[in-house]
């Protein structure tokens, strides 16, 4: 099927007649074909599964939950996607699993953290451990062939196929007329010309193949994963360098996302929050490290510091942590810093907000040959 808007409006809406029914209107003897289509909530997704659907497959929603897939207000949405599709949904929190592949991707990674190639092949793997334990013919996926160009071009679609174990089993009716026939056409569960060819990033396809479908409420196409964020990828690299990749724990990675991050020595990081929502996220993770927050009746903001942190450590800190602080003058503030049950207050000078010294701890994307300062 081609991509253009004629082609698009005038095929693949209808149920076809193969799996459902004869010619003639009586019902074949063979059972209905079930189909598992992996369900992000996104509009390629939500299009791939009815599609399918409309076919005459019977299609089961399957979401799979990780550490970066958004949490419950996520989920609110992707059950609300199921529904106005009127589909069955199947949540499989597989998070802990999934630390592995963002640890160690054998197919490495994006322009950020973003191990995208190995992430697919991890969740067709689970959709054919569902495909298997449910009697399922197929997994349906919405992957478009060019949408990404790292880890959805032509050979990066059939390896991933391959190493999930599916191999023919595993259909992207998007992309279908584009890659080699898989087992629903050659089997006549599916017709060829049912299927799509959509190529590309564009989504004026999509969007006309939604209204088509009379899909009326989707997600917008918007970053989504933290771990294609730049920024966020630098912190990840930073902490699998100095804890080691198989000691950054979920924790850990939740942390990566939330405030400033500063790299005062190799034994040591601090965290400082941004807002009130970030200063209790950060209090909430003190277990383990130390939090240093300013004395009443300063006001500023909470942080964490990691590592194994020196007295001096713990000073040069407090004095980042002052500069942020509400104050007027460099006069020195009482910070409280709390390690475990033991609580004490020090006096901090704050750094001047101008300080070169803090843009060479900040924990970001550097431009090449940007060089790193000294701890003083
Ligand atoms: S964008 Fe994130 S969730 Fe999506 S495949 Fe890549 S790493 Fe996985």
Redesign the pocket.
């Known amino acids: 099927m081609f991509v253009d808007s004629a082609t698009i409006l005038g095929q693949g809406c209808e149920p076809s007649v193969k799996n459902s029914e004869h010619a003639d209107g009586t019902s074949p003897a063979t059972p209905k074909r079930k189909a598992i289509a992996l369900f ?1 909530g996104g509009l390629d997704s939500i299009l791939a599964a009815v599609l399918v659907h409309r076919l005459g497959i019977d299609v089961t929603l399957l979401h799979v939950q ?1 550490l ?2 958004g949490g419950e207000a996520s989920r609110r949405k992707i059950r609300a996607a199921a529904d106005r599709v009127g589909l069955t949904l199947r949540i499989v929190d597989a998070s802990n699993e ?1 630390l592995g ?2 640890r160690h991707p054998k197919h490495g990674y ?1 322009s950020a ?8 092949i ?2 067709l793997r689970i959709g054919k451990r569902i495909m298997e334990d449910n009697g399922a013919d197929f997994v349906v996926s919405g992957e478009v062939l060019g949408q ?1 160009p790292k ?1 959805q071009h032509y050979d990066a679609l059939l390896d991933v196929a391959a190493e999930s174990g599916l191999g023919d089993r595993l259909l992207r009716p998007l992309s279908a007329n584009l890659l080699p026939d898989t087992l629903p056409v050659k089997e006549g569960w599916l017709r060829r010309d049912d299927l799509f060819s959509l190529r590309g990033r564009r989504r004026e396809a999509q969007v006309m193949l939604a209204s088509e479908f009379g899909i009326e409420e989707y997600p917008q196409p918007a970053g ?5 964020e730049k920024a966020y990828g630098a912190r990840v690299f930073d902490a699998f360098e100095h804890m080691g990749r198989d000691a950054v724990t979920r924790d850990d990675f939740t942390i990566l996302g939330i405030g400033r991050h500063f790299r005062l020595s190799d034994a040591t990081k601090l965290v400082v929050g941004r807002d009130q929502s970030e200063n209790e996220a950060l209090a909430g993770f003190a277990s383990g490290r130390v939090l240093i927050e300013p004395a009443l009746p300063t006001v500023g903001p909470a942080a964490l510091v990691e590592g194994a942190p020196s007295e001096e450590d713990l000073e040069l800190a407090a004095s980042v942590v002052a500069r942020y602080c509400d104050h007027e003058d460099a006069a020195p503030i009482n910070m409280q810093v709390t390690e475990g049950k033991n609580r004490r207050v020090v006096s901090a000078e704050p750094l001047d907000a101008d300080d070169a010294r803090l843009r060479g701890w900040r924990i970001e994307p550097k431009a090449p040959g940007a060089r790193r300062f000294a701890r003083r």
């Open positions: 992000s990780h970066w897939s999934h592949v963002v994006g953290a973003n191990p995208c190639v190995d992430c697919h991890f969740m990404r880890s989504g994963c933290l771990l294609t």
